[in-house]
């Protein structure tokens, strides 16, 4: 079991930068993948990025060169740092966990273990 708390969410104004954190505890952190899910009103859940077991990362094209995420298996946290934020990026940003079975995980359903949500509000 992997229990996963988000942080970090607000209103920020359009061009403005922000990090969220995702603290997770329970089984080895270093094992897993870690992807940002989000969620916008009215849309279904999509993955933002992912830093998977090996080491890599995973940024969906809609946000790639904007949000860098980074883990600290130490502190068993991964963080997702969003740059040049706009108001398309407003919703509702999810950390979600699972084992790393050797391959790659895109969706929602691939990810038994989630946060609570942290609420990003982007002003123009």
């Known amino acids: 079991q992997v229990h996963l708390v988000e942080s970090g969410g607000g209103l920020v104004q359009a061009g403005d930068s922000l990090r969220l954190s995702c603290a997770a505890s329970?089984?080895?952190?270093?094992?897993?993948?870690m992807a940002w899910f989000r969620q916008a009103p009215g849309k279904e859940r999509e993955i933002v990025g992912a830093s998977w077991g090996v080491g890599s990362t995973y940024y969906a094209a809609s946000v790639k060169g904007r949000l860098a995420i980074s883990r600290d298996n130490a502190w068993n946290t991964v963080y997702l740092q969003m740059n040049d934020l706009k108001p398309e990026d407003t919703a509702v940003y999810y950390c979600a966990a699972r084992p790393d079975t050797g391959t790659y995980y895109y969706r929602v359903h691939d990810y038994p273990y989630w946060g609570q949500g942290t609420q990003v509000t982007v002003s123009s």
């Open positions: 329970g089984r080895t952190f270093g094992g897993h993948h």
